[in-house]
T-cell receptor, first 112, second 112 residues
Framework: SQQGEEDPQALSIQEGENATMNCSYK?????LQWYRQNSGRGLVHLIL???NEREKHSGRLRVTLDTSKKSSSLLITASRAADTASYFC????????????WGAGTKLIIKP | NAGVTQTPKFQVLKTGQSMTLQCAQD?????MYWYRQDPGMGLRLIYY???????DKGEVPNGYNVSRLNKREFSLRLESAAPSQTSVYFC???????????FGPGTRLTVT
């Protein structure tokens, strides 16, 4: 079953604009991660935010977490063509140190 | 340092044929995973191995078997392939106290 659900399913913006993607989940978590997948490639880890954190930054990425609403957002500022990819959120499964539960992803297209 | 490697990259099978997907990691990680990715569905965990010598079922284990050959290698076997197993298969690993997972490039499998 899918724990995380990303919104929107697809997003197309102009280069230089900011892109925001959202992720909702259903059960309590210890942490939430965001990954990027370029077309036909494996996933690459972007950032992890723990349940006791509200916001985290990494370069042009900003992640927020609202555990009361069971939601997270990923903001990419000053987008570039190379940011074109699918973005997935993944939450840990409470009680398991190993299993992640994945959303269906947001497909981001950056138009030059 | 190759990270996570998978072979083969592409495979076409006929219904009923068997095959083994190979995965190896060189990061000395304890945990390894097999996922399948179907269009619009994100990743679903097939099997995982928390440490050498142990394997556990994930969300969609039916039709698959795994072997944790040693700390480096984790293989996935399809005993009698079915068209429903047409998918992209990813191997991943994690370790060193980190929750993030490192992914291989994937195997695109088509069962006709």
């Amino acid at each position: 079953s899918q724990q995380g659900e990303e919104d929107p399913q697809a997003l197309s913006i102009q280069e230089g604009e900011n892109a925001t993607m959202n992720c909702s989940y259903k059960t309590s978590i210890n942490n939430l991660q965001w990954y990027r997948q370029n077309s036909g490639r494996g996933l690459v880890h972007l950032i992890l935010i723990r349940s006791n954190e509200r916001e985290k930054h990494s370069g042009r990425l900003r992640v927020t977490l609202d555990t009361s609403k069971k939601s997270s957002s990923l903001l990419i500022t000053a987008s570039r063509a190379a940011d074109t990819a699918s973005y997935f959120c993944a939450t840990d499964k409470v009680g398991s140190n190993y299993q992640l539960i994945w959303g269906a992803g947001t497909k981001l297209i950056i138009k030059p | 340092n190759a990270g996570v490697t998978q072979t083969p990259k592409f495979q076409v099978l006929k219904t009923g044929q068997s095959m083994t997907l190979q995965c190896a990691q060189d990061m000395n990680h304890n945990s390894m995973y097999w996922y399948r990715q179907d269009p619009g569905m994100g990743l679903r965990l097939i099997y995982y191995s928390a440490s050498e010598g142990t394997t556990d079922k994930g969300e969609v284990p039916n039709g698959y078997n795994v072997s944790r050959l040693n700390k480096r290698e984790f293989s996935l076997r399809l005993e009698s392939a079915a068209p429903s197993q047409t998918s992209v298969y990813f191997c991943a690993s994690s370790g060193g106290g980190q929750f993030r997972q490192y992914f291989g490039p994937g195997t695109r499998l088509t069962v006709t």
